[in-house]
């Protein structure tokens, strides 16, 4: 595997189910990100792990909890969604330099996720 | 806060003929520009990024963006397109590094770019 993986790359979850998206990166970065992507709507940052730690929450409702184990993993635990939280779900990495980097994101295909 | 607007959502252009996206931009300071491209059913792929020096950047797949910093614009452009350019296209910017900038990116809405055969 290269880049950035993602898995599942669909997920059907009822409101009361709890499940996890997983995201590796195989490129030797140090920051994770994770982003919602709704149709007609901007990319919406959700998360940013810096050196595995997190950096940014950009306002995400609980029920979404990310998880860093170390700086080329990443997980989305979901519970008690929303249908509105329908949407495809996408991870990214960059080499991140505190004061001198600008590395461009490296994204990963999305995991495709419905809420009944 | 930085922003970065894209006017169109739908692009249609003649395969051969040039293309135009645009974007334009509204940051404190020098920006840090960027474009992606999203195929159906994938992740969004690199194409280019503006940083500093020459206004005009090449990137992959043959596309350029001129840097405008009196119009705050960074469009997109390819001399001829072809079908395969068909896609979502994205303009992002971030601050630069220092001064407690992160590395958050900030997207626009997106433009769909139609090449028609």
């Known amino acids: 595997e290269t880049g950035v993986t993602q898995t599942p790359r669909h997920l059907v979850m009822g409101m009361t189910n709890k499940k996890s998206l997983k995201c590796e990166q195989h490129l030797g970065h140090n920051a994770m990100y994770w982003y919602k992507q709704s149709a007609k709507k901007p990319l919406e940052l959700m998360f940013v792990y810096n050196f595995k730690e997190q950096t940014e929450n950009n306002s995400v409702p609980s029920r979404f909890s990310p998880e860093c184990p170390n700086s080329s993993h990443l997980f989305l635990h979901l519970h008690t969604l929303q249908p509105e939280d329908s949407a495809l779900y996408l991870c990214?990495?960059?080499?991140?330099?505190?004061?001198?980097?600008?590395?461009?994101?490296?994204f990963g295909p999305g995991t495709r996720l419905t809420v009944l | 806060a930085q922003s970065v607007a894209q006017p169109e959502d739908q692009v249609n252009v003649a395969e051969g003929n040039p293309l135009t996206v645009k974007c334009t931009y509204s940051?404190?300071?020098?920006?840090?520009l960027f474009w992606y491209v999203q195929y159906p059913n994938r992740g969004l792929q690199f194409l280019l990024k503006y940083i500093t020096g020459d206004n005009l950047v090449k990137g992959s797949y043959g596309f350029e963006a001129e840097f405008n910093k009196s119009q705050t614009s960074f469009h997109l452009k390819k001399p001829s397109a072809l079908v395969s350019d068909s896609a979502l296209y994205f303009c992002a910017v971030r601050d630069p590094p220092g001064g407690g900038a992160t590395n958050k990116l900030i997207f626009g809405t997106g433009t769909l770019l139609a090449v028609q055969p």
């Open positions: 940051v404190s300071g020098n920006p840090y």
């Open positions: 990214a990495s960059s080499q991140h330099e505190f004061g001198t980097s600008y590395w461009e994101q490296f």
